[in-house]
């Protein structure tokens, strides 16, 4: 059996979480599956600015094998793009166009490559590529057309949220047709998706969540609350996040609890909203705002800290939400349409939207019974659901599924 994964990214040294699914290919290579991946969108590490051609790797695993293809083509014209016009790439669209550009070019390549490297049992696609005109949806749709092989359609991109019954592009409704299986992040994004293309409502469907690795994070039994209390959230910091709200509600919570602490990851640069309720007051220095973090050093952070906290607007998964359960903690979240699909009373608490009261609310209830929350508990309970050894396994159920009833 084997399998071809079709993704955007591919993790590299600079940028070690770019791709979600290269870290299951030994998990599935172990059950006697070969499985080739091609990267059409790869980009290259941060300090490669030359033009790079593409790469080509072969895995071996007890007689198994996987081939990797690496295409930078987008990557090399985005970057001479980007040096001669700046952000003016993305507000013109021009890395759309470029995807247009690039399409029939890169369905050659993948043709190419499975002429050579032998037609596949089961195509995987991992989502579809909106930046760059859906490519990723053309590609999955016209090869398993070719080569007549069943496609498995994974979609994880918040912005799926943003379309109706009336304005699904037409790559993506064409890329459903050919879809054998519809396995999206999360159940309430999968509803969603058959809610608004009326002819994928028989579709077969199951959700298979993005796989989190629990090697990197760690339960640590925490230090007592009354002594320090840290309150962590990472991501991007955009208006999606509600950072501001966050900020209020921690705020509220420090007047009770002057020992708490709010650490705010993955950006240096706050909203005008988040800056503006961070200094209502005067600054405190009990919020922290710590940039972009290695996942060691993020590792570390959450190892020592108590909850963690999203008040997203739209969140198809949510995978710090995830590394923070590996890390024994319990999580607060808004029901954004991901995490309400497996946050429970035992791991933390969904919130019916962002505002400011239910997390103070959420802050001071597991504050006050935050003995009631078993850190190897949470721990297990994610590693059971999301480590890349369970997705691996829904994904080998999945595709044996698919290719009993070809």
């Known amino acids: 059996m084997k399998v071809l994964y079709l993704v955007d990214k591919y993790p590299t040294h ?32 941060q300090s490669v600015w030359s033009w790079k051609k593409s790469d080509v790797m072969m895995e071996k695993y007890e007689g198994n094998r996987s081939v990797i293809l690496k295409d930078y083509s987008y990557d090399n014209l985005i970057r001479i793009l980007n040096y001669f016009l700046g952000r003016g790439v993305n507000f013109m669209g021009l890395n759309v166009y470029l995807g247009k550009f690039l399409h029939k070019f890169l369905e050659r390549k993948l043709i190419r490559f499975i002429e050579i490297q032998g037609r596949p049992d089961v195509i995987h696609l991992y989502g579809v590529q909106v930046r760059a005109d859906f490519i990723g949806a053309k590609l999955a749709t ?10 498995v359609l994974n979609l994880h991109e918040a912005i799926g949220y ?28 999968g509803k969603y998706w058959k809610s608004i293309i009326p002819e994928i409502r028989d579709l077969p469907m199951q959700a298979i969540p993005n796989p989190v690795s629990g090697k990197v994070f760690r339960a640590n039994s925490k230090s007592a609350k009354e002594h ?30 002057p020992q708490a602490e709010l650490l705010l ?9 988040a800056n503006t309720a961070w200094g209502i007051d005067g600054k405190t220095n009990n919020i922290k705002l710590l940039g972009k973090k290695s996942r060691e050093e993020i590792s570390d952070i959450m190892a020592n800290a108590h909850v963690y906290v999203q008040a997203s607007t739209l969140e198809t998964f949510g995978i710090p939400l995830v590394e923070a359960m590996m890390s024994g903690l319990p999580v607060i979240a808004t029901s954004s349409g991901g995490p309400e699909s497996f946050i429970n009373k035992s791991n933390g608490k969904i919130l019916r ?54």
């Open 14 to 45: 600079s940028q070690p979480k770019y791709g979600k699914y290269p870290a299951i290919l030994k998990m599935i290579r172990k059950e006697g599956w070969d499985v080739d991946m091609i990267a059409f969108l790869a980009q290259k590490t």
């Open 142 to 151: 016209n090869l398993a057309t070719r080569f007549n092989i069943p496609l």
């Open 162 to 189: 943003s379309y109706t019954r009336y304005n699904v592009p037409a790559p993506v409704i064409e890329c459903f047709r050919t879809t054998s299986f519809f396995a999206p992040v999360s159940d309430p994004l």
């Open 228 to 257: 320090f209390f840290k309150i962590i959230h990472i991501s991007k910091l955009d208006t999606n996040k509600n950072i501001e709200v966050i900020i209020e509600a921690f705020k509220r919570f420090l007047l009770k609890r």
């Open 265 to 273: 990851i993955g950006n240096n640069i706050l909203t005008d909203a």
């Open 353 to 406: 939207h962002p505002d400011s009261e239910l997390i103070f609310r959420g802050f001071e209830s597991i504050y006050k019974d935050y003995e009631n929350y078993h850190p190897e508990a949470i721990r297990s309970y994610a590693l059971e659901s999301f480590s890349e050894e369970s997705v691996s396994k829904q994904l080998i159920k999945t595709y044996t599924s698919i290719m009993t009833e070809v």
